[in-house]
């Protein structure tokens, strides 16, 4: 028997906001093995929220909340860049991580506003 899908789950930027969750979760995975518990859950939490707004848009039939979450979508974009910027700043992520991380965000918040 063939598992129904949510309608999100066939979004390019839904694919592309759980990747770039996931390295999210990753740095924040190292952050907290060095007691930065706050930079951890906040780079975790903009890592979820991005993906979040991006699936819970295709909950609804109405246009204006479906562009709505969108824009919280890529709000969230803009944290998660702000974020990474920190920790490069901070010496935390090298800056090839920042430029690579960067480059994704920019291109998925661009993808978003299409």
């Known amino acids: 028997m063939k598992q129904e899908k949510f ?6 930027i839904w694919k592309e906001a759980i990747c770039l969750g996931i390295l999210l979760f990753d740095i924040a995975d190292e952050l907290e093995t060095n007691k930065l518990w ?3 859950d906040q780079t975790r939490g903009v890592g979820m929220s991005i993906s979040n ?4 848009s295709t909950g609804t039939q109405m246009v204006r909340e479906q562009q709505q979450l969108l824009r919280y979508a890529k709000r969230e974009c803009y944290e998660a860049a702000n974020i990474i910027i ?3 700043m901070k010496n935390l992520i090298d800056s090839q991580s920042k430029t690579n991380l960067y480059q994704k965000i920019n291109m998925l918040s661009r993808r978003i506003q299409a």
């Open 7 to 12: 309608r999100f789950e066939n979004l390019d």
């Open 38 to 40: 706050r930079f951890a």
């Open 53 to 56: 707004n991006i699936c819970e």
């Open 86 to 88: 920190l920790l490069e």
